[in-house]
């Protein structure tokens, strides 16, 4: 029958009427109708409700009506699970109802066997166990009891759910029962008509068992539930669904007055448990606001006596954690997104400075903007040769919840900079990346602000996002010089001094010098194994790089193509950025003459840690020994100016060399010799391989004076903030921004000038300039918390607004509070140190064990036994092989 069925069709005494939602089932509907219809119960109706199906399965349900009077077919435009549901209840003329899931099977006795347990129709719910059905790829399925109701006992007599409130625990499995028909007209029971699939099963499990008056149980089950359907996993449902079922749930209980302990300690399980699974599985990223206000939504519907009494202490945190009046102060929060090529916390430490500007400031976000979220993207630095596409994923990062990190893996453009000193053309532009991008953007914004730290691991044509997302600001720091210089440095290596504006492609080819270029190919197939178990065969591995077309990266191009990534750099940041910070001033006059916007540039010198606890003025008086300190590292890095620094030192009189003292920091080994003689004039020499923070405190107290020998632009080194913010004045080359910390000429020396500085050195040993001009006209160093406050403008992101709470919101805070403190560990030392010793005493054992056995086995080996053992056994052993 195609037209909707009536009830006054049927005549028959039907014991129970099976209702099959159905919406594009066909791989398996053939072997659940027929399962169904070899049923034992022959009394039986079976309602097939196709809910819009666009494949094969209403020609399917169609056949089995055609040869079988038992089958009524109702075809509707498609409404849902419960809406299907609804109509097969309004055309069932059964005494009972039960429903099978259009991709699950039954066992041939399971009706006839439900019916029997009902009493002759005594009995309003008879509720059996179900198989969990695991099915391979081969289609072979292995079959599991479910055990959810483990502890419901197998019980003689009917019950409800007052008596044994168990039953409300598991799976709803509503399929693997039976229904008193009066029950649910009586009741006036419906399915919620929710999109899709909906959970529709929640509601009508707990209306039914609250009104029921008798329910059987056994633990036999009957039911076959494919538990992994091809196309059917949760992965990415949505959210909205488990919480609004569960309020659901938690309103019938409400309605029928189910309000006892034991029953309300089960559905808080539940709720908890689909608090759980949301967490994990439901794609919530980009309305975390969203699902917090949900999750707040239901548990507000929950008595919290009863999870500080009957709960463990981790589902007691859940609880507190999502209902806490924090997540939903701010209504309206604003969203930040920060780039840069490598992770802010990355173990490998990579990025350098501006990794750890990153670092600062989004922490200090955190701390003054708690409606703001900070979202964080990477690219160019994870890859993965297991899958041929470029995608983002989401990452831990040190800051947890409070800041969101993402990578870009597979980009196309690599980074850092110099794998692209072959072929600059890689990075103008990628549509695979733009387009990744795109998608990122766009799902997780809308974005106040995106503050560009790089643009390495990036194409140019991403930038011209802007015109597409035009009411979020787009930002660039000028960290280093790769917009204008492909190096980054700005320093032309080949002539051994600062680059121009009007360099030529000729500049450029000597100063890269890719006459010994790497296999950056190679290289990329290499990132792509780290971390990947898999066993990539030598075509799997080139097929990967082919899909990136990696190999671009090993053309040696023009060298004009380094003017052009240029021109290209700096045309699109002007036309596609709201601001352009730079970092001191040299780095503004540099970015001027190098044709940016100079309307768009913003001084904006970046906050430190140390200048939160800086000193303002020298940590110590100058006594009969001028101590002077350098923190360098590369003895042999030409544009930091250490050997500039030895050559220049070297030439200090002797007269006065004997009078000062030198601290010298390097990473390199083996030349601490060539150093003391060079520099034997000297009073005495402290050399110090490496150092960390840690360590400042101690190289740099009694310090008189640092220097700053840089002969690149460097924007601003963290040397000398680090060495003035410990009291430390600095004698700075005029390249880069170190010497900016001061305003007096006193201390600033012409870059690579041996006899100027050694003429602003003599003025300062001799006291012609005094130390403490260098503070008079010191300006003092910018904090994080000043930086953030300029940033705070740049991104707009205005003021934030005081909120209010309620009583009953300060006490859930107090609450939250009090078990934070409470179960607040301190991790014991002598504990752990008594398990590293019990651990250590085993594997003492254990060594003892191992070569007590093989001296037991050397001198087993030694005797005549066994030596007439092996040659009786040679050739038995010998016809084996």
């Known amino acids: 029958m195609k037209n909707e069925l009536k009830k006054e069709m049927s005549t028959q005494n039907v014991k129970v009427s099976i209702i099959v939602p159905i919406y594009n089932a066909e791989k398996y509907l053939k072997q659940c109708l027929g399962s169904i219809q070899s049923q034992t119960l022959k009394d039986i109706e079976i309602i097939c409700v196709d809910d819009g199906s666009t494949d094969s399965s209403p020609e399917i349900m169609d056949s089995f009506a055609e040869k079988d009077s038992r089958f009524k077919v109702v075809h509707k435009p498609n409404g849902g699970n419960g809406h299907s549901m609804n109509a097969g209840l309004s055309v069932a003329t059964g005494e009972y109802i039960g429903c099978v899931e259009a991709d699950d099977y039954i066992e041939k006795n399971m009706f006839e066997k439900l019916y ?37 006992p197998e019980l003689a007599l009917p019950f409800t759910i007052k008596e044994y409130p168990q039953i409300l625990w598991g799976h709803p499995s509503i399929w693997s029962a039976i229904y008193k028909r009066s029950l649910i007209e009586e009741n006036h029971i419906k399915f919620k008509e929710a999109k899709g699939g909906g959970w529709v099963d929640n509601p009508f499990f707990f209306e039914t068992m609250c009104c029921a008056k008798s329910i059987y149980w056994t633990k036999r089950p009957f039911y076959n539930y494919r538990t992994e359907v091809e196309g059917s996993s949760s992965k990415g449902y949505d959210f909205n669904i488990p919480f609004d079922r569960m309020q659901d749930n938690l309103d019938v209980l409400k309605r029928y007055n189910c309000q006892d302990e034991e029953t309300l300690k089960l559905a808080y399980a539940r709720a908890l448990m689909y608090l759980c699974g949301a967490i994990n599985e439901s794609d919530y990223e980009g309305k975390e606001q969203l699902f917090y206000s949900k999750a707040r939504e239901m548990l507000e519907k929950i008595n919290p006596m ?67 979220d900070v979202y964080f ?71 106040e602000a995106i503050h560009f730290n790089n643009i390495e691991g990036l194409s140019l044509d991403i930038l011209e996002l802007k015109k597409e997302f035009n009411n979020t600001k787009f930002i660039f720091s000028i960290h280093n010089y790769v917009p204008m210089c492909m190096t980054g440095f700005y320093f032309n290596r080949d002539k051994h001094v600062n680059c121009v504006p009007d360099c030529t492609a000729n500049d450029c080819d000597k100063c890269i010098d890719r006459s010994n270029m790497r296999n950056y190919a190679q290289e990329m197939i290499d990132r792509g194994l780290v971390n990947n178990d898999g066993n990539f065969d030598v075509e799997r591995r080139y097929e990967w790089s082919d899909y990136f077309s990696f190999d671009r990266l090993n053309i040696k191009k023009d060298a004009s193509e380094f003017i052009e990534f240029k021109k290209r750099a700096t045309k699109t940041l002007n036309e596609n950025m709201d601001s352009i910070l730079c970092v001191s001033k040299k780095v503004m006059k540099i970015a001027i003459d190098n044709g940016f916007d100079r309307k768009k540039l913003i001084l904006s010198y970046i906050g430190t840690r140390v200048a939160e606890f800086q000193m303002g003025r020298s940590n110590c008086d100058r006594d009969k020994y001028l101590k002077v300190a350098y923190l360098g590292s590369n003895l042999d890095y030409e544009e930091k100016g250490y050997p500039f620094l030895l050559d220049s030192l070297a030439k200090v009189k002797k007269e006065y060399a004997m009078n000062i003292d030198l601290v010298l920091t390097t990473t390199t080994q083996g030349k601490d010799e060539m150093i003391r003689e060079k520099l034997k004039s000297f009073h005495n020499i402290e050399i110090i391989h490496g150092y960390n923070h840690g360590d400042l405190n101690r190289i740099l107290t009694g310090v008189n004076l640092g220097i700053i020998p840089v002969l690149w632009e460097d924007n601003l080194p963290q040397v000398a903030i680090e060495m003035v913010s410990f009291g430390v004045p600095i004698l700075s080359s005029d390249a880069g921004g170190a010497s900016e910390l001061t305003d007096s000429d006193n201390f600033k020396f012409k870059a690579g000038s041996i006899d100027d500085f050694l003429n602003k050195f ?117 016809m084996k092989k």
């Open 116 to 152: 029997l347990y009902s009493n002759d129709g005594s009995i309003d719910i008879v509720k059996s166990n179900f198989w969990n059905c695991y099915e391979d790829e081969s289609g072979k399925i292995t079959k599991v009891v479910n055990e959810e109701r483990n502890n419901m």
């Open 306 to 372: 009863v999870i500080r009494d009957d709960f463990n202490d981790n589902d007691k945190k859940i609880f507190l954690k999502f209902k806490s009046p924090i997540k939903n102060l701010y209504k309206d929060r604003k969203k930040v997104l920060i780039y840069n090529w490598v992770p802010f916390d990355n173990p490998n430490r990579a990025g350098g400075g501006v990794t750890v500007y990153c670092r600062n400031l989004i922490q200090t976000i955190i701390q003054n903007r708690p409606d703001v």
């Open 762 to 878: 003599y003025d300062i040993y001799e006291g012609k300039t005094n130390l403490t001009e260098f503070w008079d006209n010191h300006n003092g160093l910018c904090t994080n918390q000043m930086h953030y406050e300029q940033i705070e403008q740049i991104y707009n992101l205005g003021k934030i607004e005081n909120v209010v709470l309620t009583g009953k919101d300060v006490s859930e805070l107090v609450e939250e509070n009090t078990f934070l403190y409470d179960h607040f560990v301190i991790d014991d030392v002598s504990t752990y140190n008594d398990r590293i010793e019990n651990m250590q005493k085993e594997i003492d054992r254990l060594r003892t064990e191992r070569d007590d056995f093989a001296w037991r086995l050397s001198e087993t080996r030694k005797s005549k036994s066994y030596k007439l053992g092996m040659l009786m056994t040679s050739i038995p052993r010998k």
């Open 377 to 447: 993207l990477s690219s160019g630095w994870a890859y993965d040769i297991s899958k041929k596409e470029c995608y983002v994923r989401k990452i831990k990062n040190i800051f947890g919840d409070r800041c969101k990190t993402f990578e870009v893996v597979n980009s196309p453009v690599p980074a850092p900079q110099d794998m692209l000193f072959g072929n600059p053309e890689v990075a103008f532009e990628s549509e695979i990346l733009k387009d990744t991008i795109r998608k990122f953007i766009t799902k997780y914004g809308q974005f």
